[in-house]
């Protein structure tokens, strides 16, 4: 068994239409650990992802669009309709002369019918309100919490799929340390880790013996470590951090608070408010 520390870190989704496809790979990826190409291979992933109906994770995919403020208006497009007002997934501001469109590749496509967005398509800019992602490496404890925050996009490492007996993921086991201090540094401490290993032992040994990894993965705990990528807008970062963070509803658990803090810190150094 391996003991690692929690961590998180922003994903940055690169330029054009390229950089929606490489970040809705590296995202989709997660779930099954497997490994990520980009350029080519990761439209080739979109694609499949479309074919198979399989859309959830082209949330992952930030859109901005830039529309005439002229075109907006004709009652022929009906933009309206594709935006109603408290819409989650598309976020709108506009001046007189454009209207700024934040959403996601998955909206642009089920509700703007919209495949090839370059008509459209513009770098995001200072009046585009702006969404965010983030990959954190923590227990599967923390990320129980993490989805309650349902109006966020989601993707996890999953326990059904990942055969953690095999060696990408070093035959073993992999933790988050627990906090010594939270747990009085006593007996049950060291019991608690003995029964990690125990957990790893009968993990393993029943996958050796033909029990399928979504079957085994009943046995394995809470201080499990998982990765998991967490996409949203800046309004509902602000909101997570309130909860998470600055703790307007109570106090968080020590090892959310930890997690939120780092990703907070990440956030102040870019020069992002939230």
């Avoid at 080739?44 to 075109?71: C, M, Q, S, W």
């Avoid at 003995?194 to 046995?219: F, H």
Wanted: overall charge negative; aromatic content about 12%; hydrophobic content about 35%.
């Amino acid at each position: 068994m391996r003991l690692i520390k929690p961590s998180v870190e922003i994903l940055e989704q690169g330029p054009g239409i390229q950089g929606i496809y490489d970040m809705i790979e590296l995202c989709g990826k997660t779930s099954y650990k497997s490994e990520v190409k980009g350029g080519e291979e990761a439209k080739k992933f979109v694609d499949a992802r479309i074919n198979e109906g399989h859309l959830a994770v082209l949330e992952f995919g930030t859109v901005y669009l830039r529309i005439p403020a002229i075109e907006w208006n004709m009652d022929e497009h009906e933009w309206y309709y594709m935006f109603p007002e408290g819409c989650p997934w598309a976020a709108l501001n506009s001046d007189k002369d454009w209207v700024y469109i934040t959403t996601n590749f998955r909206y642009a496509l089920e509700v703007l019918g919209i495949r090839d967005i370059t008509k459209y398509w513009h770098e995001p800019v200072d009046a585009h309100i702006k969404r965010y992602c983030a990959r954190f490496i923590t227990d599967r404890g923390v990320s129980h919490e993490l989805v309650r925050h349902r109006v966020f996009s989601f993707c996890q490492e999953s326990t059904r799929y990942c055969n953690y007996s095999k060696d990408k993921f070093g035959n073993e086991l992999t933790c988050i340390i627990p906090d010594k201090e939270a747990w009085k540094g006593n007996d049950a401490y060291y019991q608690m880790i003995n029964c990690l290993d125990e957990i790893e032992a009968v993990y393993l040994s029943a996958l050796k013996e033909g029990v399928t990894p979504q079957i085994a993965r009943g046995i394995l705990p809470n201080m499990l470590k998982t990765e998991i990528c967490m996409c949203g807008f800046e309004d509902d970062w602000r909101h997570f951090f309130d909860l998470r963070y600055r703790g307007t509803t109570g106090k968080p658990h020590p090892d959310m608070l930890n997690v939120a803090t780092m990703l907070h810190e990440q956030f102040e150094e870019r020069g992002i408010s939230l």
